[in-house]
């Protein structure tokens, strides 16, 4: 299945994922834009250093940061102006321990308030998602595993880097649309996607610490697909209405921050994924997969879930709660926003409201999460920020 879906990705019959990957492997952010500029003589790449403060002087301008570098307090100063692009968790964690956020908050923690911005660790967003409408399958279906991980497979990819081994994780389709978050129909609010793997296939070994399932639902579910072909359809909220937030355990800059996503706190949520499900239903229902591939729903009742009638609303309202993960898309905790909204963070040339020469360029910007994956617009938010920052600075390329 997994061949004839690469093959079908490949004739560009369906949505085949677009990947950050060159010669079938992963592509960073520091391969693509780092890594071929360490040769310039205006770049220097101190690794292994931890930024803990941004230096704020008496006129409200940020002149540089503090880091620990070998277990050394450093500091470092900024000629024109300071970029914080520490990710949606700790860009908010360092303005926080920089005395910008909430003055309550900060009081709390007996750091000095320079900027009241109540905005700063909120609105954090991700992608909710569930991966488990799972369905085995007895026709068209090669042995996953030696077909997967065997010879031919690490042949393929070791020679010409393809093969199943350069499509991440059994991922092999996807197609968006609208299930009414959205009044305008052309918007696409829910992500339908297709992995030829299903979730116990691996034995527990990477699946189920990827989408954060307990070893009790490992050992009670999803055990008994080990070795069992089939598919998994997952399905995303591309807006998910509930907000959650990051803010300081303490002042210790060692410290995590606490990270309250408050996923499905909207009752909405629970409901769309609930209709998510449904049509997923609908789809592994379909001709084409039950006689084409002898699909069938795996519908042994979920730990938590068995005591409500397999299949009823209820039922996969529960499924949601219990199978529920996520897209790993921390986003929204910098806000960029107008003057006009209180919980504005930055301005839209990503300035810190508040502050002089202080950016924050990375994820946490997003007013509102992509409707896709969060690399590419990242990356984008990027070039973005550089080209405006060359813009304030006269540098006209
Ligand atoms: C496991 C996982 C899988 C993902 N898979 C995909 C995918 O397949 N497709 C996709 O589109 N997106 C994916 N994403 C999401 C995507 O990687 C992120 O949305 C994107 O990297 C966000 O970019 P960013 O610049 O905001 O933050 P980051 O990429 O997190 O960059 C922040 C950087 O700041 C550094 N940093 C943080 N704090 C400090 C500090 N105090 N001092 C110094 N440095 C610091 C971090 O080490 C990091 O290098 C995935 C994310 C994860 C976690």
């Not at 806000?335 to 930055?346: I, L, N, R, T, W």
């Amino acid at each position: 299945m997994q061949l004839f879906h690469i093959k079908l990705c490949q004739e560009k019959r369906y949505n085949a994922p677009d990947l950050s990957t060159i010669n079938g492997e992963r592509h960073s952010a520091s391969d693509a834009f780092l890594k071929p500029n360490l040769h310039r003589q205006n770049l220097r790449l101190q690794s292994h250093s931890q930024v803990i403060k941004i230096l704020i002087n008496g006129g409200r301008r940020a002149i540089g940061v503090m880091y620990i570098h070998n277990g050394k307090v450093k500091k470092v100063y900024a000629r024109k102006e300071v970029i914080l692009s520490a990710g949606a968790i700790d860009s908010p964690k360092l303005l926080l321990l920089s005395g910008i956020g909430p003055k309550e908050q900060l009081q709390t923690h007996g750091i000095r308030s320079v900027v009241d911005l109540k905005g700063v660790g909120q609105n954090f967003q991700d992608h909710p998602l569930v991966a488990g409408i799972s369905y085995t399958t007895e026709r068209n279906a090669e042995n996953l595993i030696p077909m997967m991980y065997g010879g031919n497979s690490q042949r393929d990819y070791i020679r010409n880097r393809t093969g199943p081994l350069s499509v991440p994780f059994g991922v092999v389709g996807y197609f968006t649309v609208n299930l009414g978050v959205d009044p305008d129909p052309n918007v696409e609010d829910t992500l339908f996607l297709f992995q030829s793997v299903l979730m116990g296939t691996d034995f527990g070994l990477v699946g189920v610490s990827t989408y954060g399932y307990t070893r009790e639902v490992f050992q009670d579910y999803l055990r008994e697909q080990g070795g069992r072909t089939g598919f998994v359809i997952t399905v995303k909220l591309n807006w998910p209405k509930s907000r959650g937030s990051v803010s300081l355990r303490s002042k210790n800059p060692m410290e995590a921050p606490v990270i309250d996503p408050n996923y499905l706190s909207h009752p909405d949520d629970v409901e769309m994924l609930l209709k998510s499900i449904k049509y997923a239903l609908i789809i592994g229902n379909t001709t084409a997969l039950k006689d084409g591939l002898g699909a069938k729903l795996y519908d042994k009742p979920l730990l938590g879930c068995k005591h409500l009638k397999h299949g009823s609303d209820d039922y996969w309202r529960c499924f949601v709660r219990r199978m529920l993960s996520i897209g790993y898309h921390p986003s929204g905790t910098c806000k960029m926003a107008p003057p006009s909204d209180p919980d504005g963070v930055v301005s839209p040339r990503l300035k810190v409201r508040g502050v002089e020469g202080l950016r924050v360029i990375d994820a946490s910007i997003m007013p509102l999460i992509t409707s896709s994956n969060l690399n590419a617009p990242t990356m984008m938010i990027g070039e973005k920020g550089a080209s405006m920052i060359k813009e304030d600075w006269g540098y006209v390329e």
